[in-house]
């Protein structure tokens, strides 16, 4: 009969260890998303408002820009095919999918896609209140141009105010099918816009919102959310942010787990955002970790072992097995 307690009590504890350390379980997380690049221009200063705006735009063959300027710092990541920028005194510049040219404020260039497909591109800018976003030069009234580019998706978030340095990042995350993001804020202000496929962004605290392709999400600095996909194909997004020197571009909620890095796509890419080793526990949206049949076994096991022990103890006082001593 001491052997069945023993082997009852074996039984137990390995158990309560387990519902102990059940939380580990419950907070096995999805994959996280793919960055497929990172586009970055350190340095920027702005005094007074501006407004930041993320455009996608589609270049056909043949199809190219007039020499001309920005009234703000920005960039341009290629998204896909190569373009070629054109920059005064300087050799052209041919860029492929992942690559980046660099704007700053008053400098003339040109943009052309010289190739046979269709090239789109991902331009964000930090415009000053009341300046201009483009300013055509050099190109005198009546002369003929190429047909330009279409604009895809515009985004904007105006009323932005930045106290000293602050870096720009353009990043483009593919979400597969079921990957998310966990519970976790950013250290400046941004603008996700959906470029292909669809996910549901999750504001704490507010309903989802579910944007498709050209819909937009505006990402204040401090706000907690998630990002996932529900769907059943793939999801593409350009997030555009401004990162106040020294701040934090990711920040998970203090109640998630991390989670892996996210995986490099096979494409010529700068390295990945200080990334969300972006990610933690389980939020709205995200798929079920099972956590609900793990507790049910656990508790039917606990309480198989502690019947054990109690008619283990119970046959031994009925025997006699256990008298006191003299």
Same mark, same amino acid.
Request: proline share 11%.
């Given at each position: 009969?001491?052997?069945?307690?023993?082997?009852?009590?074996?039984?137990?504890?390995?158990?309560?260890?387990?519902?102990?350390?059940?939380?580990?379980?419950? /907070?096995?997380? =999805?994959?996280?998303?793919? %960055?497929?690049?990172?586009?970055?221009?350190?340095?920027?200063?702005?005094?007074?408002?501006?407004?930041?705006?993320?455009?996608? #735009?589609?270049?056909?063959?043949?199809?190219?820009?007039?020499?001309?300027?920005?009234?703000?710092?920005?960039?341009?990541?290629?998204?896909?095919?190569?373009?070629?920028?054109?920059?005064?005194?300087?050799?052209?510049?041919?860029?492929?999918? $992942?690559?980046?040219?660099?704007?700053?404020?008053?400098?003339?260039?040109?943009?052309?896609?010289?190739?046979?497909?269709?090239?789109?591109?991902?331009?964000?800018?930090?415009? =000053?209140?009341?300046?201009?976003?483009?300013?055509?030069?050099?190109?005198?009234?009546?002369?003929?141009?190429?047909?330009?580019?279409?604009?895809?998706?515009?985004?904007?978030?105006?009323?932005?105010?930045? /106290?000293?340095?602050?870096?720009?990042?353009?990043?483009?995350?593919?979400?597969?099918? $079921?990957?998310?993001?966990?519970?976790?804020?950013?250290?400046?202000?941004?603008? @996700?816009?959906?470029?292909?496929?669809?996910? @549901?962004?999750?504001?704490?605290? /507010?309903?989802?919102?579910?944007?498709?392709?050209?819909?937009?999400?505006?990402?204040?600095?401090?706000?907690?959310?998630?990002?996932?996909?529900?769907?059943?194909?793939?999801?593409?997004?350009?997030?555009?942010?401004?990162?106040?020197?020294?701040?934090?571009?990711?920040? @998970?909620?203090?109640?998630?787990?991390?989670?892996?890095?996210?995986?490099?796509?096979?494409?010529?890419?700068?390295? =990945?955002?200080? /990334?969300?080793?972006?990610?933690?526990?389980?939020? %709205?949206?995200?798929?079920?970790?099972?956590?609900?049949?793990?507790?049910?076994?656990?508790?039917?096991?606990?309480?198989?072992?502690?019947?054990?022990?109690?008619?283990?103890?119970?046959? #031994?006082?009925?025997?006699?097995?256990?008298?006191?001593?003299?």
């Amino acid at each position: 009969m001491k052997r069945i307690i023993r082997m009852s009590l074996a039984l137990l504890m390995p158990l309560l260890a387990l519902m102990a350390s059940g939380a580990a379980f419950a /907070q096995e997380l =999805p994959p996280g998303p793919t %960055v497929v690049s990172r586009s970055s221009l350190p340095g920027q200063t702005i005094n007074g408002e501006f407004e930041l705006i993320n455009i996608m #735009l589609d270049f056909d063959p043949g199809a190219a820009t007039p020499p001309h300027t920005h009234g703000g710092p920005g960039m341009v990541t290629v998204l896909s095919q190569e373009m070629v920028f054109g920059m005064e005194g300087k050799p052209d510049m041919v860029l492929k999918s $992942g690559e980046v040219y660099h704007d700053l404020p008053g400098m003339v260039h040109t943009a052309a896609n010289k190739g046979a497909s269709t090239s789109r591109v991902s331009y964000m800018v930090a415009l =000053p209140k009341g300046a201009a976003l483009t300013t055509v030069v050099g190109v005198a009234e009546g002369t003929d141009l190429p047909p330009g580019p279409k604009t895809v998706y515009r985004n904007s978030l105006p009323g932005l105010t930045m /106290q000293g340095e602050f870096e720009m990042i353009n990043l483009i995350l593919d979400f597969a099918p $079921g990957s998310a993001t966990p519970l976790h804020r950013h250290g400046g202000p941004g603008i @996700v816009t959906v470029i292909e496929g669809e996910l @549901v962004f999750a504001p704490e605290g /507010q309903a989802e919102i579910v944007g498709k392709p050209g819909d937009v999400y505006l990402d204040l600095p401090g706000t907690h959310h998630t990002a996932v996909n529900k769907s059943g194909a793939p999801a593409r997004v350009s997030y555009a942010v401004l990162l106040p020197t020294g701040a934090t571009l990711t920040t @998970v909620a203090a109640a998630s787990a991390p989670a892996p890095a996210p995986a490099q796509a096979p494409a010529p890419a700068p390295a =990945p955002v200080e /990334q969300p080793a972006s990610a933690p526990t389980e939020f %709205v949206g995200m798929p079920s970790t099972g956590e609900g049949d793990y507790n049910l076994v656990v508790l039917v096991a606990l309480v198989v072992a502690a019947g054990l022990i109690f008619e283990g103890m119970s046959r #031994l006082l009925r025997t006699g097995g256990i008298r006191p001593r003299d």
